[in-house]
């Protein structure tokens, strides 16, 4: 059974967001591999470093920068000092660690429980987030916010006027809610588990534009889509290998996307075993791309998982599983 989807402005590339007092990456190709295409780093909170300084983001960000993976920071915001003040302070450690292979992002979420400091009044986030986002505005970068569902809704960032703002909405088990508006990218479990990285849970995302992207530059182009979804294929089950064909766009963007049925943790239990893809371009001659032919690939994909293909125009993706799962083709 295949279901046609129209035309949408989707990149559906997974990413990460990491805190180095409770995520330590021990292989950044690892996660590469897995098929981490984004990483967020926690730099700043409030008007210093993270747990006094005791948790920089130095070593990850010079890890995902070295395994070729676009990684950017972010803020979490406090009451005070200004939010001037706080932009400033972020946009200083960006700058100094390279940071700029994603947007800066405003994490605009409450203290834990327990802390002593002061959250930002609900009646306050909106003016505070305006102020932050203009701010890294001037410094010339594109601003970012975070924040869940509920905040969303509540404070609607698509009307703030702020331009070209990267909007990232979490919410676990379920997209944001249309009354939460537009948004770039979706974080949709704080319970995922990523091959090297050494943490009792990482958050999963997944992006649905190119906004959160750089380029490397700081600067973000403009809003665009660096993919479309043309089609979604649930695939059936076989114990045994089989192969299935998939008919691509024949761009420069074409990809398959494996999706396994994932619990709220963002890993599936009925996992999807990668056989060989054999993808050929418009003038019948092989383009490449078979995992099974990267050193130490890993066959058994337990989460969503993006292979390039550009040029193809078909491709035989070779599998088994226990399960039914499902598969993007986007170009």
């Known amino acids: 059974?295949?279901?046609?989807?129209?035309?949408?402005?989707?990149?559906?590339?997974?990413?990460?967001d990491v805190y180095s007092r409770f995520q330590t990456v021990t292989d950044w190709q690892a996660v590469k591999r897995h098929g981490v295409t984004f990483v967020f780093v926690k730099l700043t909170d409030g008007g210093g470093l993270p747990n006094g300084g005791r948790n920089t983001g130095d070593a990850l960000v010079a890890g995902a920068r070295t395994a070729g993976i676009p990684v950017g920071g972010y803020h979490f915001a406090q009451a005070s000092p200004s939010p001037e003040a706080q932009a400033d302070l972020f946009i200083a450690q960006v700058r100094r660690l390279g940071a700029t292979g994603c947007v800066p992002m405003l994490d605009l979420e409450d203290n834990p429980p327990g802390s002593s400091a002061p959250n930002i009044p609900?009646?306050?986030?909106?003016?505070?987030?305006?102020?932050?986002?203009?701010?890294?505005?001037?410094?010339?970068?594109?601003?970012?916010?975070?924040?869940?569902?509920?905040?969303?809704?509540?404070?609607?960032?698509?009307?703030?006027?702020?331009?070209?703002?990267?909007?990232?909405?979490?919410?676990?088990?379920?997209?944001?809610?249309?009354?939460?508006?537009?948004?770039?990218?979706?974080?949709?479990?704080?319970?995922?588990q990523i091959p090297g990285i050494r943490a009792s849970s990482v958050d999963l995302n997944e992006s649905y534009t190119n906004a959160h992207l750089?380029?490397?530059?700081?600067?973000?182009?403009?809003?665009?889509?660096?993919?479309?979804?043309?089609?979604?294929r649930t695939i059936p089950a076989s114990p045994n290998v089989t192969s299935v064909r998939l008919l691509l766009s024949g761009s420069e963007t074409a990809a398959i996307i494996v999706?396994?049925?994932?619990?709220?943790?963002?890993?599936?239990?009925?996992?999807?075993?990668?056989?060989?893809?054999?993808?050929?371009?418009?003038?019948?001659?092989?383009?490449?791309?078979?995992p099974l032919k990267t050193p130490g690939f890993d066959p058994k994909t337990v989460s969503h998982r993006r292979y390039h293909l550009p040029g193809a125009v078909w491709a035989d993706f070779e599998y088994s599983s226990n399960a039914d799962f499902e598969i993007d083709i986007v170009g």
């Open 259 to 290: 999706r396994p049925r994932v619990d709220g943790d963002g890993v599936t239990d009925a996992p999807v075993w990668q056989g060989n893809i054999y993808a050929w371009g418009s003038d019948k001659v092989g383009i490449g791309g078979n």
């Open 122 to 192: 609900d009646g306050r986030k909106r003016d505070f987030s305006i102020r932050f986002c203009n701010r890294v505005a001037e410094h010339g970068f594109r601003p970012g916010i975070y924040l869940n569902n509920s905040l969303a809704k509540m404070l609607r960032p698509d009307r703030f006027g702020v331009p070209d703002l990267v909007i990232w909405i979490a919410r676990y088990g379920a997209k944001p809610d249309a009354a939460a508006g537009r948004y770039d990218v979706h974080q949709y479990s704080d319970a995922g």
């Open 214 to 232: 750089t380029g490397g530059g700081g600067a973000a182009p403009k809003r665009k889509a660096t993919t479309e979804l043309m089609e979604r």
């Open 1 to 16: 059974m295949s279901i046609a989807f129209a035309r949408q402005a989707v990149t559906m590339a997974l990413g990460i």
